[in-house]
């Protein structure tokens, strides 16, 4: 089955800065790759995803890359603010959408004001 | 409602206890799954519900655990026997359908077995 690592666990930048998150998988029929963000006491809310046949995807100050021969798939966030603070997962699946996704086990992101 | 609704936010039991959570989908949703979220852990996939097709019950970790989802709505997971390992978040998510990006995930039943 799909396996999904996940790195750094924790991730401490100052205001302003930018942040990056990696994730590896290892099932080459994975094509699809979301990133859903976890508020404290919240459940996690999906901030974006990237199909197999595109190699970048930007939404404002969130942009995800995909590497597909290396197998990873990274997260980026500019100009980083109080309110990023959260835990991000990565995942993967093979299947056209959400069904049998695989999640990392989290990066709790803190941002220094 | 507006969202996925779980019911109760927090459960505390005793060990060998019986407990049932609860979810309410996004109305419309066809797709509706249970997650486990224990501390520092990912998310652990437990059932998955589609239509009124058989679920897939790949992730449930024992036979303790069962899930059922009525009128292709309202789905409930059951763990019996509980033991502290059962400790935990469940998470309960719907989406259109299994094809849909997108999941929509509920705030999650916090599980403390004593």
């Known amino acids: 089955g799909e396996n999904v690592e996940q790195h750094p666990s924790t991730l401490s930048v100052q205001e302003g800065d930018s942040a990056v998150i990696k994730c590896t998988y290892s099932d080459s029929a994975s094509n699809y790759f979301p990133w859903y963000k976890q508020e404290l006491g919240k459940g996690p809310q999906l901030i974006i995803d990237i199909r197999s046949n595109v190699g970048e995807k930007k939404d404002q100050r969130i942009a995800v890359t995909l590497n597909k021969t290396a197998k990873h798939f990274s997260l980026h966030i500019t100009e980083t603010q109080p309110e990023d603070s959260a835990v991000y997962f990565c995942a993967a699946s093979s299947g056209a959408g959400s069904y049998q996704l695989t999640f990392g086990k989290g990066t709790k992101l803190s941002v220094i004001p | ?114």
Not at chain 2, 48 to 68: C, H, I, T, V
């Open chain 2, 1 to 114: 409602g507006a969202g996925v609704s779980q019911s109760p936010s927090n459960k505390v039991t005793e060990k060998g206890k019986d407990v049932e959570l609860r979810c309410d989908p996004i109305s419309g949703h066809t797709a509706l799954y249970w997650y486990r979220q224990s501390l520092g852990q990912g998310l652990e996939f437990l059932i998955y519900f589609q239509g009124n097709s058989a679920p897939d019950k790949s992730g449930l970790p024992s036979d303790r655990f069962s899930a059922e989802r009525t009128g292709g709505s309202v789905s409930t997971l059951t763990i019996q026997r509980t033991q502290q390992e059962d400790s935990a978040v469940y998470l309960c998510a719907s989406s259109l359908n299994r094809n849909t990006g997108e999941l929509f995930f509920g705030e999650g039943s916090r599980l403390t077995v004593l």
